[in-house]
């Protein structure tokens, strides 16, 4: 792992930083549900998955049904960032009503995908809805999204890897990368 992809202009936050922070949002986590009956961890796809299947591994709740769903949702639009319109490409399995609802997201930039995502779930009548969030972009905010757990905030550089991508390339990469200029500037 000490082989850093040639595309990478620098490591952001490394295997072992990633871990720690991710360990330590799934202690508070645990903590704050631990009187929960059913807590329901909503992964959107396809971003979240390695973020999702570390945090759940540091999640202990014994008293507490702990089930998986996921979302796959496309942002469509006539522009090329996100229009915050969501369509729902795979929707939840299961009913969310009356249990609480944690949505894992990847990264939140604009924050209308979140945004449109927690009241359309709503819409759904959780017992509660909150958010888990890796990444944040705070200088992309354009709509005020609340993130009850959240990892990292970061410049507006383009990251990659750790389930985050470029053109559908680098989710497999461990760690969190800058992708070079070269890379996406034509
Ligand atoms: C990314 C990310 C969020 C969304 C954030 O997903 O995983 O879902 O964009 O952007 P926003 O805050 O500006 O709405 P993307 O559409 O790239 O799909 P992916 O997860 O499959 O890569
Ligand atoms: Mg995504
Ligand atoms: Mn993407």
Redesign the pocket.
Known sequence: TSEIHPNVKRVIYTEKEIKERVSELGRQISQDYKDSKNLVLVG?????FVFMSDLVRSIHLPNTNVSLEFMS???YGAET??S?VIRIMMDLRTSIEGKDVLII??????????KHLMELLNHRNPNSLHTAVLLRKKE?L?VDVPVRYMGFDIPMVFIIGY???FAENYRELPYLGELKEECYKK
Do not use: A, M, P
């Not at 959107?44 to 979240?48: A, D, F, H, M, R």
């Open positions: 959107i796809l396809k971003g979240s949702i496309s942002s960032s996100s915050g997201e990847d990264i939140v930039d604009s924050g209308l995908t979140l992309g354009k389930g985050l991508d």
